[in-house]
């Protein structure tokens, strides 16, 4: 089975016969098989030629790159090897056309918004009072389905995100007086882990639509000028509360991440080495975890629910079934 390769330690990427070669500036050594490699995420300083570039795109390697502030940079797409020009064209009709871009946007967020609200009635059905956002969130969800603009959809999404985060503060066991969501830069340590496992979620979403024949440029909710592959912040929308939120609000209750694992002179901006390891190695586990899918019959992995979403979308744009976006049922 192919796993995801993460590098925290600088050093040098290079092809070495039909292997990669991962060189410390230590000059410490290790090979690594290609066909074990799904994608890759660089959190370091790495140095690497046209020759290691061309050899992962034969394979399909995606390259994720995070910042020394943990901060997602930016990814590496190989050439697509499955796109369609019938679906590209398709793609292009559904943004095009106001209406049917609404259906697509206003499905992301509805669904979204539900698995924001099992969240919030889990934790409640377990001791911790969260009744009254509960009810505003509830009260907002009910509206999407009467928006007529994507800004007002937006603007919904962010009312019901406003409520959900004044949650948190119960639901975390640590005093940690989280009020807004700040992004550009997070301003606390709530804020960084979240922008982090977001940027996780974002890359994993855009490795698994690689192996679809969408387009990630192409999107529906979010503006194509906000980030080159905004299909993928579209999709990632639907699994942050089920993926990310529950594995913060799951370190942070271990206490496996606390104030100590970031840098406080620097407002908290800086996640520390090893708390970046753990984090990823939860990160990981939560992603190859399964679930006894309700129509396939078989198990699958929270990692193949997000190109499952994928295909679904696929199939509206074809045609084929109305996609409706991926929703918490355990």
């Known amino acids: 089975m192919k796993q995801s390769l993460y590098i925290y330690n600088n050093g040098d990427l290079k092809r070495k016969d039909n292997t990669l070669q991962f060189t410390t500036y230590e000059g410490d050594k290790r090979d690594i098989p290609i066909e074990r490699i799904s994608d890759i995420y660089i959190l370091s300083e790495m140095s690497f030629n046209t020759a290691f570039i061309n050899y992962i795109s034969q394979y399909g390697i995606p390259l994720h790159f995070f910042n020394y502030y943990n ?20 793609q292009v009709e559904h943004y095009t056309c106001y209406d049917e871009r609404l259906v697509i946007a206003k499905e992301f967020i509805k669904a ?12 409640n059905s377990r001791g911790k009072d969260v009744a009254e956002c509960m009810k505003e969130v509830n009260s907002l969800r009910k509206k999407l389905d009467h928006t007529e603009f994507i800004e007002e959809l937006m603007g919904i999404e962010g009312n019901i995100r406003k409520n959900y985060y004044k949650a948190w503060n119960t639901i975390v066991n640590q005093e940690i007086q989280f009020e807004k969501r700040v992004m550009h830069p997070p301003d606390n340590m709530i804020n960084s882990l979240i922008s982090f496992v977001n940027s996780l979620i974002y890359a994993k979403t855009l490795s698994e639509i690689y192996h679809t024949q969408l387009d990630p440029t192409i999107s529906y909710l979010h503006e194509q000028g906000f980030r080159r592959y905004s299909l993928c912040l579209d999709v990632s929308e639907v699994f942050k509360p089920l993926i990310g939120d529950r594995l913060i609000f799951s370190l942070l209750n271990k206490n496996q991440i606390t104030e100590k694992s970031f840098t406080k002179e620097l407002n908290f901006l800086h996640l520390k080495k090893e708390a970046s390891r753990l984090i990823v190695t939860e990160f990981e586990k939560r992603m190859k975890q399964t679930i006894m899918h309700k129509e396939l019959g078989k198990k699958v992995s929270y990692q193949y629910l997000i190109r499952l979403e994928a295909y679904k979308l696929i199939k509206h744009l074809i045609g084929e079934k109305e996609y409706e976006g991926f929703r918490i049922w355990w």
């Open 112 to 123: 979204a918004a539900d698995n924001i609200y099992r969240n919030l009635r889990y934790y």
């Open 71 to 90: 901060f997602y940079t930016g990814s590496y797409y190989p050439k697509e090897s499955l796109l369609a020009g019938q679906l590209l064209v398709k």
